[in-house]
């Protein structure tokens, strides 16, 4: 293909100032001085130039050249498709000149050279100490391991694992897109002054896994990228202390080397003291906005206490602590979420919230209290488990997302337990409430303490005791009734005698999208990245194997029954559907299909199980503490066929609901 002077001046200018980043002279130098070291005692003769080009290839430095270098895509050109060249629009790709060529997120990601990207590269921790004395892992050997995943501006990436180290080699590039609406429009690239007033945070969370695949929350850090506004050259390269979470949020966990580099670089940038006083003045408008909350929910505070002396011991909770111990208002942890086609109903999104495991905030020591934990929403879903206000605050952001009137409750339930669970209101005035852990519904209705004695009266249906305040993103609303019973309660939200409202405006100012650079961003759900089909497959023959392993130890013989295997699939299909639902259905075709795979004579045994994970020994294990399980693992009898069938449905966040039936039939001897 010829090429016009002019892109072929262009063209020798590209591949010039690649190699120049490349630093290629210095990387000549080097191979040539070695070269000439190792030959030196063989002979005195010049060096060739195919003897040093085969240096060049053996040491990669070529590979290294091809590999990084790419001027264009790999669909055919017009020339090649033998249509008129367009004016000089197809040759340039994205400024290649800049440091996007050597990064290999130029290849995945499409680049808008008309908008501003930051560049953000991990380039290792240090001072993990509590992996001091870790171990170096041997090949093939499992070990606990380290992810770094980050948000920013409806943005979410992660890092590959790596072992848990004193040292991790945590390396990893991530290309963020700082444009938004309203800055650079059309054809005008964001400057340095609109990218200052561009607040939002990089929210790090560092997980660490163990060889049991439990997850662990070390850390949660909001980095402010916009120190790189200063630096000349669009890079600057600093140390991040990352520190603990919960009980441990004072102590340090680990160091990163965090690199932040602008692409493309700006053409002016700003002074250190222009952007440290806007980051003080940004930090003195959100102090402003907390304090004048505080003066007013202390004043509403003592107001409430003035309706009824009992109303101290009621659970009205305004402020909660967050993974890094700060103090935030309850209503901040509620947004509206939206999941656009990852969760199709509310009820989908409650058997969603439902498959994130339950877990209580880590304690040191004894004695019995709770920790005080209301993790971040990104926090959350990186981790995948949280306690129940985590889960409830997910899934009232959710359904207010699907257009309903949701509200987070906070009560106790049985033995005076302190919860939190969601609630609903109808446009006809029904109340449900929405229990997050295990996606169960209940409709409420309340008992009439002035009614006859005589006069029937609705039972309880709810394990929910008390209620002591109900809030969601813009509503603050406590139990002032004369009884915080549940069973008691009427959620009559507008009149004033029974519940009493926090300002809204008040609660805007410090709770609303935007309103301080205090309050987390907003993450988007992650649509799953497992295959479910791969997935059950695979689990299904790992139990398999389990299970003829186990049955080899009892001197049993293992004989598969693949048509009852498949048979099962239906039954799982419509336990799942169930669990979404709330509906029942397919049972009927599941119990003919099972009748006429029966022969005369034979009996059949089966047994569901559910999980919220996909480890096939622990599964196994599991089974194997249920007697019903035992029994079917360990049959006996006169033509024994045995079945397993395993289905993995995916939700958003790879969240997991794992269904497994194990089965078996034998003919009956009397």
């Known amino acids: 293909m010829s090429l016009p002077p002019e892109k072929a001046s262009e063209l020798k200018q590209i591949i010039n100032n690649h190699l120049l980043k490349m630093d290629i002279h210095g990387k000549i130098r080097e191979v040539l001085a070695e070269t000439l070291k190792d030959d030196k005692g063989q002979s005195h003769q010049s060096l060739s130039e195919a003897t040093f080009l085969r240096a060049l290839q053996s040491r990669g430095i070529i590979d290294d050249v091809m590999k990084d270098l790419r001027l264009t895509q790999d669909a055919p050109t017009d020339a090649e498709k033998g249509l008129p060249p367009k004016p000089g629009a197809n040759f340039v790709n994205k400024d290649i000149t800049a440091e996007e060529l050597k990064l290999k997120q130029l290849k995945k990601s499409n680049v808008n050279p008309l908008r501003r990207y930051l560049y953000l590269q991990v380039l290792g921790g240090k001072a993990f100490l509590e992996h001091l004395h870790e171990p170096e892992p041997l090949p093939g050997q499992v070990f606990s391991t380290f992810t770094l995943y980050l948000h920013f501006r409806n943005q979410r990436f992660r890092s590959k694992p790596v072992p848990c180290a004193c040292d991790p080699s945590l390396e990893e590039g991530f290309l963020l897109e700082i444009h938004r609406d309203g800055i650079g429009e059309g054809n005008k690239m964001a400057d340095a002054t609109e990218l200052l007033s561009v607040c939002d945070p990089v929210h790090l969370v560092l997980i660490k896994t163990n060889t049991s695949s439990e997850t662990t929350l070390v850390s949660s850090y909001f980095l402010d990228w916009r120190t790189v506004l200063s630096t000349s050259s669009g890079k600057t390269c600093f140390a991040v202390e990352l520190m603990g979470v919960g009980s441990e949020c004072k102590v340090p966990a680990g160091v990163l080397t965090v690199s932040l580099e602008l692409y493309p670089p700006l053409t002016e940038t700003l002074s250190t003291d222009i952007i440290s006083t806007q980051q003080s003045l940004e930090r003195h408008r959100t102090a402003e906005k907390e304090r004048l909350f505080l003066v007013y929910a202390k004043q509403w505070w003592r107001e409430f206490l003035e309706i009824r002396p009992s109303h101290q011991s009621k659970m009205v909770k305004i402020f909660a602590q967050d993974e890094n111990g700060i103090n935030r208002p309850v209503c901040s942890y509620v947004r509206v979420l ?129 209620v002591g305040c109900v809030f969601n993103h813009q509503t603050f609303l406590a139990n002032c009734q004369p009884s915080d019973a549940v069973e008691l309660c009427v959620f009559d939200f507008q009149n004033q005698s029974r519940w009493k409202a926090m300002s809204e405006e008040a609660l805007k ?120 399980c035992q029994e079917i693992v360990s049959c006996r009898g006169d033509h024994v066929r045995l079945a397993v069938r395993v289905r993995v449905f995916v939700y958003p966040e790879n969240a997991c609901a794992v269904w497994l039936m194990l089965a078996c039939k034998y003919r009956s001897v009397l």
């Open 338 to 466: 939206r999941a656009g086609r990852l969760l199709e109903s509310p009820r989908q999104a409650a058997r969603f919230v439902s498959l994130l495991a339950h877990e209580k905030a880590p304690v040191v020591g004894g004695g019995g209290g709770k920790q005080e934990q209301w993790c971040t929403l990104m926090a959350f879903l990186c981790r995948g488990k949280g306690d129940c206000e985590d889960h409830a605050t997910l899934l009232c952001s959710l359904l207010l997302g699907f257009g309903l009137d949701a509200y987070v409750c906070v009560g106790t339930k049985a033995r005076g337990v302190a919860h939190t669970w969601v609630l609903t209101r109808g446009c006809d005035g029904s109340i449900t409430f929405w229990e997050s852990l295990t996606a169960h519904r209940y409709l409420h209705r309340a008992i009439d303490p002035d009614g006859a004695p005589l006069s029937p009266q609705p039972k309880p249906s709810s394990p929910y005791r008390t």
């Open 509 to 628: 100012s410090v709770c609303a999208p935007g309103s301080t650079t205090s309050l987390p961003p907003l993450p988007p759900l992650c649509a799953p990245s497992l295959e479910p089909a791969a997935c059950s497959n695979q689990l299904e023959l790992e139990m398999r194997y389990l299970i003829s392993e186990h049955r080899k130890d009892l001197e049993l013989a293992t004989v598969w029954d693949d048509h009852l295997s498949y048979l099962l699939s239906s039954a799982l299909s419509a336990y799942e559907l169930e669990r979404c639902t709330g509906v029942s259905c397919g049972n009927e075709e599941f119990q003919d299909a099972l009748r006429r795979a029966l022969a005369d004579g034979h009996t059949f045994k089966g047994f569901p199980i559910h999980f919220l994970h996909h480890n096939a020994r622990r599964a196994f294990a599991t089974c194997l503490r249920s007697p019903f």
